[in-house]
């Protein structure tokens, strides 16, 4: 079968980085489960998959803009110093993860003074292209409560269908 929109998809993949850095790997666990044009994975990645069959490897090379995009200035912030923890040694590169009015948000230090730090809440891979090797685990149509899930994350349900504004690319 192949693969066709909002199908559900479950893939093993081996992401690296341009300098050949091994990232991410689902090798020796499960696979990641997603289904196909909902915007649970990037734009390249969720592309890739269009026509593909169950048991199938290839191997994508995505572009920062089908990723995760380009690194934005405006998601860095200047945060005083004062608001880290005391004796906590901080070096640019290192990553933390605060309370947002939404939740946990994570950022890097991208710079610090002995006032400020700069704190970059890019994604870690904005600005990075990025190498799939990809075997395809499943494909199939999704189940019902795999629709259901889409209408509280990032979806629509079927009965719902463009209740979403059309974010989850049903419309």
Same mark, same amino acid.
């Given at each position: 079968?192949? *693969? $066709? +929109?909002?199908?559900?998809?479950? *893939?093993?993949?081996?992401?690296?980085?341009?300098?050949?850095?091994?990232?991410?790997?689902?090798?020796?666990?499960? =696979?990641? &489960?997603?289904?196909?044009?909902? #915007?649970?994975? *990037?734009? &390249?990645?969720?592309?890739?998959?269009? &026509?593909?069959?169950?048991?199938?490897?290839?191997?994508?090379? *995505?572009?920062?803009? !089908?990723?995760?995009? !380009?690194?934005?200035? $405006?998601?860095?912030?200047?945060?005083?110093?004062?608001?880290?923890?005391?004796?906590?040694?901080?070096? +640019?590169?290192?990553?933390?993860?605060?309370?947002?009015?939404?939740? =946990?948000?994570?950022?890097?230090?991208?710079?610090?003074?002995?006032?400020?730090?700069?704190?970059?809440?890019?994604?870690?891979?904005?600005?990075?292209?990025?190498?799939?090797?990809?075997?395809?685990?499943?494909?199939?149509?999704?189940?019902? $409560?795999?629709?259901?899930?889409?209408?509280? #994350?990032? &979806?629509?349900?079927? $009965?719902?269908?463009?209740?979403?504004?059309? #974010?989850?690319?049903?419309?």
């Amino acid at each position: 079968m192949k *693969i $066709e +929109p909002r199908m559900y998809v479950a *893939i093993h993949y081996t992401l690296t980085l341009e300098d050949g850095e091994k990232a991410d790997s689902t090798e020796g666990g499960e =696979p990641l &489960g997603f289904i196909q044009g909902v #915007g649970h994975v *990037i734009q &390249g990645l969720d592309q890739a998959v269009l &026509g593909k069959s169950e048991g199938e490897r290839f191997r994508i090379t *995505i572009p920062p803009e !089908l990723a995760y995009g !380009l690194p934005d200035e $405006e998601m860095m912030r200047e945060i005083p110093r004062e608001n880290f923890p005391q004796g906590v040694d901080l070096t +640019p590169g290192q990553g933390f993860t605060a309370n947002g009015p939404h939740g =946990p948000v994570s950022f890097r230090i991208a710079n610090l003074t002995d006032d400020t730090v700069v704190a970059d809440f890019n994604h870690v891979l904005a600005g990075r292209t990025l190498t799939f090797d990809v075997t395809i685990a499943e494909a199939r149509e999704p189940r019902a $409560e795999e629709l259901a899930a889409l209408s509280g #994350g990032g &979806g629509c349900a079927p $009965e719902d269908c463009g209740s979403c504004g059309g #974010g989850c690319g049903c419309n």
